[in-house]
């Protein structure tokens, strides 16, 4: 059964159970993913998975229901699941299913909509084994090497005649390299993402690999203390990504966010503008319309440091009386519709990476953030994370560092970004949010390491 | 779900270009949410998970491809595209004749979440939520949550087994958020079990759950930033587990083992961590979170002893990378869906009991931390480098716990940190955990008694 067979039977259904005001959300999800040891194929997964959601609003309140499987029985069971559920729900939060008064969004297909050959792929993924071992001869092994492809499909409609599609797809390069240098192992890892396979850079995926890893040769801890630091832009947007609720309305509204009652206000240092662009050129992954259906645009919500806006959904928007920003986002298709940026990034500066080094003079740049799931709190702001990266000294980059905790507080790195560099880069992309950001420099920032640097100091050693 | 003779069908066509081994894993799931916010039922979510994994082996090879049409012609379809990825010359010789095997039932369910209203999961929630905002006016937010799966499998194989089982898992989840108009603090709570909504009559009390979330919050929001350097730390038992679990379970995993990527690779028989130490892997007891009655291999669940008097005895053994370390399975291959190839995993891991007297552990501190809640952490297997964070800390200062402190991130390699534990307490309790990995998230109960180490890295500011 495709989808346009059994969304005929769910709203077929819905009618019967007497409902008006429903939609279906519809997520088709296929990888292939070729994986390379010592130059084999050593393992290969093709994965695709179909998902529908079904919402329908009862007496002001919204129920949610979702399957995997698509029978006419499914189909019926989906609906009463949906019914039920919005009988139990009490919040007194308005809910809406969009009535295109925001305009009516297009539909959007992938690029090329196909995977490559199947050994287009098997070549690729070879070719980047021995391109990683190629790089240098202290690389002892490629512990991961891999070439995947990813394509989504997102169709939505309601009861209100939409009918919208969007899809997009991505090649994925990942390699991770091992090496054992004066006895003590190193590993780190590159990916790079293209949207069509020749577009893949293999060679530089394989150069920041090593990179990466050799890059950390003789890396040691430093003294605790407080440090200038430049965040590059693999670190900033990892921070981006654990953050950026911070800007959701939804979480403001809630409690969740410190922002609430912020828009208007000065909220970061005047160097520092982020964009929320659905459509940005640079990205593979472009959003037409958000999980309601409601057509997106771009926006600066934090301009010259001041907070322009909060990002919203059709419920936030109508609680704070104003229009939809068009930023409704599903987590996976049985997620409820919550609110998340699209394509969301810092907007760089005219710094290169070489002229912000030199105007730093003497601090750490940190290159990779780790435990974010754990180490930083979405809610307070604080984060308290493993860290790895190189000192600057002298204007240059120096030795590198490792074994060090930074720690700090997100609404405070905000306010204390002094320049950002003009190397922005995105992160890889999903099917909802995408980060990116140039290198950022901040003011200073507490970080732990194997010495105490400041007892030290005080007893003038 | 299937019958003989299409499972069969199935598995022929999966090995009939030569793969020497292949399963078919089946999975129809039933999961539902019910959240509360703002004192209301805020959703209501049912989801359906169904569809079936073909995994093919050659030798060490390995092939993947999922379906989420489980007919005849899904599933031949499936079999053939993982067929022809093997594609190995000789076609299969061997025959299969299918057993029906019983999988051992340890984990009984009274009630199961099917059969339980909807008003009753809200009874529950609401009881958590109450307690949470009553605990304090400083809550000034408060999610409790109920979340439970019935996953039922069938898994056969090649060598003729042909199994079923039934996994039902009850979680709740309570945060609150303490704030003081300026910042907010988190606490957090999840207990769960492998069984269904009995346990709230017998061992989980939502209430009890709730302030415990709640004090934790309002503790954190009146704590000061934990110092950074190097300190002795305490780390209480339930959740603190999570030490083990980052530090070492995870590096015991075949899938870091095999291919020698893993800092405990070569070193069974040898001491890795101080005497004090034995740490153990049991998937067996009842209905606890990380139980099974079987793995996602077919295999019987098991207690699997890893370090024994700080002397490695054993690792986490799958089928796959077993037969690349020449090892039979651990009953340890685990995978969050279909969607996933199964690889070795954690089920209840935890550090036995010692002979510490608890209160002498913190009397004889003269300086450090006492983690007496831990949040999650993340390991690198290569390096052993690890991170996790403390959800609740407390400065211990001349053996006497003196004043809450916030932020703290614990840092340090697997195996030195096992062999810094110099006291092991004699309080084993279990904390419930989800981790990820690369089949997927599945849940992981993380345990241990009082432990103290002697020296860590400690960021905070």
């Keep these: 059964m495709n989808i346009q067979e059994f969304q005929a039977l769910v709203f077929q259904a819905a009618q019967e159970q007497g409902l008006k005001d429903y939609d279906l959300y519809y997520q088709k999800t296929s990888t292939q993913e070729y994986e390379v040891y010592q130059g084999e194929i050593e393992k290969f997964s093709g994965t695709t998975v179909m998902g529908a959601c079904f919402r329908c609003l009862l007496e002001g309140h919204m129920g949610y229901s979702s399957t995997q499987r698509f029978s006419q029985e499914d189909a019926r069971n989906l609906v009463e699941q949906a019914v039920e559920s919005a009988r139990a729900v009490e919040s007194k939060d308005p809910q809406f299913l969009y009535d295109g008064s925001l305009g009516t969004a297009q539909s959007l297909k992938s690029a090329s909509g196909r995977a490559p050959a199947a050994q287009d792929m098997r070549d690729a993924a070879l070719e980047l084994e021995r391109l990683a071992l190629a790089e240098d001869s202290r690389i002892q092994e490629v512990s991961g090497c891999q070439v995947a492809y990813e394509e989504w499909e997102i169709h939505m409609a309601n009861s209100r005649g939409m009918d919208l599609s969007r899809g997009s797809q991505v090649l994925v390069a990942y390699v991770e390299d091992m090496a054992k240098v004066e006895g003590k192992p190193l590993n780190a890892y590159a990916v790079k993402v293209a949207e069509t396979l020749d577009g893949l850079d293999l060679k530089a995926c394989a150069r920041l690999a090593a990179e990466n890893t050799l890059g950390f040769v003789g890396a040691k801890s430093i003294p605790s203390g407080t440090y200038p630091v430049v965040f590059s832009s693999k670190a900033m947007i990892s921070l981006l990504d654990t953050f950026s609720g911070v800007f959701s309305a939804d979480n403001a509204q809630r409690g969740l966010s410190l922002l609430g009652d912020q828009v208007g206000k000065t909220i970061a240092s005047d160097a520092l503008t982020l964009v929320d662009d659905p459509l940005y050129a640079g990205c593979i992954n472009k959003v037409p319309f958000d999980a309601e259906g409601v057509p997106t645009h771009r926006k600066a919500v934090v301009e010259g440091g001041v907070l322009t806006t909060l990002l919203h959904n059709l419920k936030t928007a109508a609680k704070a009386g104003v229009p939809s920003t068009g930023n409704a986002c599903k987590w996976g298709y049985t997620s409820p519709v919550g609110v998340a940026p699209s394509n969301f990034y810092v907007q760089p500066g005219t710094l290169s990476r070489e002229e912000l080094f030199q105007a730093v003079g003497e601090g750490l740049l940190i290159t990779e953030l780790r435990g974010l799931h754990a180490g930083a709190n979405a809610q307070s702001g604080d984060f308290s994370l493993e860290c790895r990266g190189y000192r600057i000294t002298g204007g240059q980059k120096g030795a590198p560092v490792d074994q060090i905790v930074i720690a700090s507080n997100f609404y405070e790195l905000l306010k204390q970004v002094v320049a950002v560099g003009d190397d922005l880069e995105f992160g890889t992309p999903g099917a909802d949010s995408c980060f990116g950001s140039p290198s950022v420099w901040v003011r200073g920032a507490a970080i732990a390491g194997q010495e105490d640097g400041t007892a030290s100091q005080s007893q003038g050693k | ?461």
Excluded at chain 2, 3 to 21: K, N, P
Aim: charged share 20%.
């Design chain 2, 1 to 461: 779900m299937l019958s003989e003779h299409i499972i069969q069908q199935v598995l022929e066509r999966a090995v009939s270009t030569g793969g020497d081994f292949a399963e078919l894993f089946v999975e129809d799931t039933l999961s539902n949410g019910v959240s509360m916010i703002d004192g209301a039922v805020e959703a209501v979510n049912t989801a359906r998970i169904y569809g079936a994994g073909i995994r093919v082996l050659k030798g060490v090879k390995s092939v993947y491809a999922s379906t989420s049409d489980v007919t005849l012609q899904g599933l031949l379809a499936a079999a053939e595209s993982a067929a022809a990825a093997i594609a190995v010359s000789d076609a299969w010789q061997g025959s299969i004749t299918l057993t029906p095997k019983a999988a051992p039932d340890r984990h009984p369910v009274v009630e199961y979440p099917g059969q339980v209203p909807v008003r009753r999961k809200v009874e529950l929630i609401r009881a958590a939520y109450d307690s949470m905002k009553s605990y304090s006016p400083e809550i000034v937010q408060a999610v409790a949550s109920l979340s439970d799966k019935d996953q039922q499998v069938l898994i056969a194989n090649t060598e003729g087994l042909l199994t079923r089982d039934r996994r039902v898992r009850t979680r709740l989840a309570a945060q609150a958020i303490a704030s003081d108009g300026k910042e907010n603090q988190v606490g957090f709570e999840g207990p769960g079990r492998l069984a269904g909504y009995e346990i709230f009559e017998r061992e989980i009390d939502p209430a009890a759950y709730g302030r415990t979330a709640a004090k934790q919050a309002v503790t954190m929001l009146h704590a000061d930033y934990c110092p950074a350097g190097q300190m002795m730390v305490a780390i209480e038992n339930g959740f603190g587990g999570v030490l083990f679990h980052e530090a070492c379970g995870h590096s015991l995993e075949a899938e870091a083992v095999a291919k020698g990527h893993s800092e405990f690779a070569g070193k069974l028989g040898q001491q890795v961590a101080s005497t004090k130490v034995t740490a153990i892997d049991d998937g067996t007891p009842a209905n606890l979170w990380g139980s099974i009655n079987i793995d996602d291999e077919g295999t019987p669940g098991q207690k699997n002893v890893l370090i024994e008097n700080g002397i490695l005895t054993g690792y986490l053994v799958d089928r796959l990378n077993g037969r690349r370390m020449g090892l039979p399975s651990t009953g340890s291959a685990r995978r969050e869906s279909y969607l996933y190839a199964p690889t070795s995993r954690m089920t209840n891991t935890y550090i036995a009991n010692g002979e510490d007297d608890n209160e002498e552990i913190i009397r004889s501190m003269e300086r450090g931390l006492y983690a007496k809640k831990m949040g999650g952490g993340q390991v690198n297997p290569a390096t052993g480098e690890f991170n996790f964070a403390v959800a609740e800390g407390y400065l211990v200062e001349n053996g006497v716990i003196t004043r809450p402190v916030r932020g703290a991130m614990l840092i340090g390699t697997g195996s030195q940190v096992l062999l810094d534990i110099d006291r092991v307490g004699k309080n084993l309790d279990f904390g419930q955990g989800m981790c990820g990995a690369s089949s997927g998230s599945v849940p992981t109960n993380v345990g241990q008694p009082l432990i103290r180490i002697k020296q860590l890295t400690v960021g905070g500011r």
